[in-house]
């Protein structure tokens, strides 16, 4: 039983993180179109489908499947790396909140930012990312 949550769990997060590697991508892309445009008007639909589609069910089962696991005993909280991976799911998911700010602020169209901006956060999931998979897997303390 404890396997299927944990590949229920993997599963999710790869989902969450796709949509989170995306949207700030449509956002580069969209802050770049005029205001009223028709493709602004495209990627507010597209934005919307990823968020509510996508993100946050899958952030949602990322924390079931999550707390599944820990509930089952899986983790061990006496060594350092699931509290160094549980920081970085915390700014996982600071930045999903962020996204979906900035979800609301072009769909209202009052972005201020600039593609540069969305071009240059765009490496923040990765690289917690590649902080939680390390920890998991070589679980270094």
């Known amino acids: 039983m404890i396997e299927w949550v944990k590949a229920l769990h993997v599963i999710s997060v790869i989902a969450w993180m796709a949509g ?7 956002f580069v892309y969209h802050a770049d179109a005029e205001k009223g445009s028709v493709q602004s008007e495209t990627f507010k639909v597209m934005e919307r489908r990823l968020l509510r589609g996508i993100i946050n069910p899958a952030m949602i089962a990322t924390f079931l499947f999550g707390i599944g696991l820990v509930s089952s005993g899986v983790v061990d909280w006496s060594q350092g790396w699931p509290w160094v ?11 999903h909140g962020f996204l979906a700010r900035c979800y609301k602020q072009f ?25 939680i998979v390390i920890m998991v897997i070589v679980k270094p303390f």
């Open 20 to 26: 989170m590697l995306y949207l700030p991508r449509l």
């Open 85 to 95: 991976k549980a920081a970085f799911v915390l700014v996982l998911v600071g930045f």
């Open 107 to 131: 769909a209202a169209d009052k972005n201020e930012r600039p593609s540069k901006f969305f071009r240059m956060i765009n490496e923040i999931p990765t690289v917690a990312m590649i902080v």
